[in-house]
């Protein structure tokens, strides 16, 4: 044990391989840890990305994100010397709805028993002895389900099928392997593809929760710039939605204003007034406004005559109001401008 800790030191975690054997029906690929870094190299199309998908599933335990993805037989092998193996078969039995009966069973209650109640060794030869028939293993497996139901006060009956299920056959796989990645892999799993960069830029931006994607698409990796595109175009639909929104209510609040008179000029807004954010503002009034009267207002705001001359305070009410739109969509903006940067 004390080599696997140096491992552990060297490497930062402590998986030594990982095979797929069937991948695609016909490879059997092996990766084999012995470097801090391991870079896969290959064509396109060679499935790079279906290895990364199926390891990555496979260290954080989503086994039913396995399912449709192509192999027949997975290996995992820790420094310790331990290993696990799942078959495919075993990911269908996993995910199929007729197992109603697994659900119905107080699985929690008994999973919580099974790690006060036994001891490890009780609990690993559940693991790799539960199937064998002869009568030795079946005198030691009924001698270790009564230990557990004396211990919790449980119905025999009830943890035997319950055993079954966890511990026999396809599910008796799963679980193994369940158990040894969560015991065994002392490394937190991170997955940064390159669209994933994107794709976590556009959940910041709230645009992909607008992009409706099948409820079992359970892709890493969404290839396309086309779904970067569909996700901009959104965002831009939303800044010009938000920006009628906020000129209608511009609107409203004046009138109300000029009904009363001259206009009461917020003095928070009045001070983010500058050349800088003007330039943006009138820039996004496009052609409804002339080069000439921009220029005009951008010297007035320059030369701080706007805020001297009694003459130009509704101008000035009316750019405050500008501005005040301009900080509601502020910070969508700079997220699109930190974007535009990677």
Known sequence: MGEATNDNSIFGHNLHSFVIEGLFEKNRVELVFDDQINILIGENGLGKTTILNILYYTLTRKFKNLYHLPFNRLIITFRTGLSAEILKEDIEELIDDNQLYYRSIDKHRIDRAIQNVLDDDEILFLQDNYDLRDEVTQARVN????????????????????????????????????????????????????YRRIEEELHKLGALDQIELPHDDNRLIQFGMQDVNASFNLILERIKNSSIEEFSAVTGEMLSQYLEGAPSIDQDLLEKINVEILNIILERVGENITSENKLRIIELVSSKEI????????????????????????????KIKGFGNM
């Open 143 to 194: 001698e270790i389900r009564k230990k557990l139901a004396y211990g919790m006060n449980f119905p025999q009956g009830q943890i035997r099928r319950y055993l079954t299920l966890k511990y026999s056959g396809k599910r008796g796989r799963i679980n193994k392997a369940n158990d040894l990645i969560k015991n065994e892999l002392n490394s937190e799993i991170l997955y940064f593809p390159t």
């Open 307 to 334: 805020f001297d001359n009694q003459d130009y305070q509704y101008l000035l009410n009316f750019l405050t109001k500008l501005v005040k739109i301009y900080d509601n969509q502020r910070s969508l903006d700079n």
